[in-house]
């Protein structure tokens, strides 16, 4: 395989449910994204990891929690989400994070669309 | 604060040209992004201009002005499968991406 996967492509839960998305990469990149895109609204960033360390949280609540266990798998977990957290969660990959060493490319995967009951 | 604009909709013909514009507002400026998204599927990288003036890449091209904080997508010759959201995204002071939330192109017949 070649490029971002995420797994599962749609996910459906209820609001007590305990599940997991996951991203691989195999491009070889250092640095991982979690993104959510909300219908008509600007692609959010959720959390960087950069050589598997944390490197931004942008104010996510805390029922999101990430683990990069290396720099190929990003996991999200998910708990006790709202029907406002329905969305489509899409990982990326770039060489570096930020612009270091290239044009900063994003390589995302197909996402994952989660759908909260 | 920081911000991208761009138009939520435009429609255009088969064979003709659109210019999908953007402007931007951000801390300090790194360069500006545009990605194609079709329906169901990634977001692909299309361009990345840091300086002033156009870039060309086959059908499409990308244009920045620093000055008036301005960009804009040209697609030339338009297909089919070119119906697609177009996300622009501005990289700021600390290399984080500001997205705008996308133009859905739709192309006629």
């Known amino acids: 395989e070649t490029g971002v996967t995420q797994t599962p492509r749609h996910l459906v839960m209820g609001m007590t449910n305990k599940k997991s998305l996951k991203c691989e990469q195999h491009l070889g990149h250092n640095a991982m994204y979690w993104y959510k895109q909300s219908a008509k609204k600007p692609l959010e960033l959720m959390f960087v990891?950069?050589?598997?360390?944390?490197?931004e949280n942008n104010s996510v609540p805390s029922r999101f929690s990430p683990e990069c266990p290396n720099s190929s798998h990003l996991f999200l977990h998910l708990h006790t989400l709202q029907p406002e957290d329905s969305a489509l969660y899409l990982c990326?990959?770039?060489?570096?994070?930020?612009?270091?060493?290239?044009?900063?490319?994003?390589?995302f995967g197909e996402g994952s669309r989660l759908t909260v009951l | 604060g920081q911000n991208i604009d761009q138009p939520t909709e435009m429609t255009a013909t088969e064979g003709a040209i659109v210019q999908i514009n953007c402007t931007y507002q951000?801390?300090?400026?790194?360069?500006l992004f545009w990605y194609q998204q079709h329906a169901g599927e990634a977001p692909t990288f299309l361009s990345y201009n840091v300086l002033d003036g156009l870039e060309e890449k086959g059908r499409f091209s990308s244009f920045l002005s620093r000055s008036k904080g301005y960009s804009y997508l040209l697609l030339k010759e338009l297909q089919m499968k070119d119906s697609a959201s177009y996300l622009c995204a501005g990289a700021d002071s600390n290399y984080q991406l500001i997205w705008g939330a996308g133009t859905k192109l739709i192309i006629k017949p």
């Open positions: 990326a990959s770039s060489q570096d994070y930020g612009l270091a060493g290239g044009t900063g490319e994003l390589f």
């Open positions: 990891y950069n050589f598997k360390e944390q490197t």
């Open positions: 951000t801390s300090g400026f790194n360069g």
